[in-house]
Structure formats: C-alpha cells, structure tokens
C-alpha cells in the first residue's frame, strides 16, 4: 500500500468554506498520470494538484493540475494554494519558482496578516486564440434574455494566457441571471477551449472591477467559484475592446458569489502601447484539512 499526504484549501478568500476549494498531494513521486486523474475525480473538486521534484534544480517544484475531466497547462487557482502549501510544508521564504506545463511560474507569497497572500506572474500573455460562438448562441447556452450580450466592441472572443476562454460582457443584472443549458452549451462545440467566462462591471464589493462566473462542464465543472487562468486573460478581451491608457492597473474580479462561495481575485496588469505586458495573479487562501490518500 501506498499513502500520500494531502492538504486542503479554500482559495481567493480569506474565509474557510468560501472560495475555491483546492487539493494539493505533496510528494506526489510515483504516480502515474492515470492515478492523478483517478485522485482527482475522487476530490471532485474543481482542480487538484500534484507537487513533484523539479526538472531544473534551481527551481522550487514541477506541478501538475487537473480537473476532473482533464490535465491543465496551468491554473489559477492551484498555483496560489500550492505555492502556499509548499512555503507551509517546507517553511520557506522569498519568490518560488513553480514548473507548470504552460512555463515557469514565479510565485511571491506573505505570510504575514490572517490569511497567506500569493502572487503569480504568469510568462504567457494574453491574445486572442480564434473565433467566438455567435452572442445569440452564448445566449442560449447560458438561458439569457436574447440581445443581452454586448455585441460591439465588447463582443464574445476567444482569447487565452497559456489556457483559453470565451469571453462574454453583459450587464450585471444579466451576469447574475446566467443559468446552464447543458445541451445549447454543447452545441456552442469550444475546442481546445475551457469554458465561457462571464463578466460586468462592477460587483457586490465597492472595490469590485469586475464581477465574474465560468462555466466548463466539458472540464467536469458545471460552474467555477474563481478561476484564476481566466482572470490572467481577461487583460487581453478589454484591451481589445477599448482603449487603455499606458501604466498599471489593479482590479479586484469577484466571482462565486451566486454559487455561495463569494471570491476574490487580485489582477495586476501592466498596458503600454495598448497592449497586455504582463499579469500577476494574487489571492489568499487558507487551510482546511489534512489526510492521506492510500493506493
């Protein structure tokens, strides 16, 4: 029999049992990406990850995340809480540098206030990947009032940072009201494609930018509480969509909220010329459970 240590964490929040929950198996040698897949269906949880020793020497740890349909170039919400774990198992300090299948990923993490904070640069910048389903088809996947979509400059892209997103802009009363329709989204037919992230202006916060929902039932995820990979290519959907002047901006993304696991991402994304020059993604996470997996 083997065993294998695992620790749970709620991720972009603060508060235990809001966020998105996240399972970290450290010391991960000796699985096969069969039984990480198989490990990651029995969390069911939107995404687990798996810490191994790294490729390069000089580098902190190699990671690799899955969801439960699938095995991720990278995601948000996993790079935060395992940067996390691993400072907490391992007790370190200063900037980590985490092997994802998408890049290296430098990660910062303070440990400092009530609840660990991590930031990551993500090496892939956003752009956009290929054509979008049609507003009317988005509408329909996602049970919207017919014409709700901004269909201007705003209008539903593909775009990515290392994974790729739809992406769809609608007024917040709008956002809210999104519901699945299992078989219109299957129609939409996304390849190499996540899933439809959601968004408007504004939230619940009063430092809200933007609030946010991500939908991904081919990854196994009906309905995502914050999803950080997306968050790292919204950048590219706005600057596209409209003119942003040269400098650095800070935008707080809400998400999960009507799923009841309210979240909170920190985007901060540098615009020169009127492109993306990068993205760090930060959030908090804290820690909710620790066992043993037994194979």
Known sequence: ????????FDVFTKEKFTGNPLAVVMSAEGLSTEEMQTITREFNLAETSFV???????HTARVRIFTPGYEMPFAGHPTVGTAIAIVRS??????LLLELNAGLFP??????????????????????????PSADAIETALSLPSGSVDRGS??????????????VKAPLDVVRSARLNSAAYEALGLEETVGVYLYAEG???????????????????FEDPATGSAACALPGHVVVSETLADGEYRWIIEQGFEMGRPSRIAATVAVQDGAVRSVRIGGNAVAVQKGQLFL
């Open 1 to 8: 029999m083997r065993a294998y240590d695992f620790e749970t």
């Open 52 to 58: 191994l020793p790294p490729e390069d020497s000089a």
């Open 90 to 95: 391992r007790k370190l300090s200063g900037e």
């Open 107 to 132: 990660v910062r993490v303070d440990t400092d206030g009530d609840a660990e904070f991590a930031e990551f640069q993500n090496p892939n910048l956003p752009t956009e990947t290929g054509l979008a």
């Open 154 to 167: 705003f209008k539903p892209r593909k775009v990515g940072a290392g994974v790729n997103f739809i992406y």
């Open 203 to 221: 939230g619940e916060s009063a430092d809200a930018a933007y609030h946010a929902r991500m939908f991904a039932p081919d990854a196994g995820i």
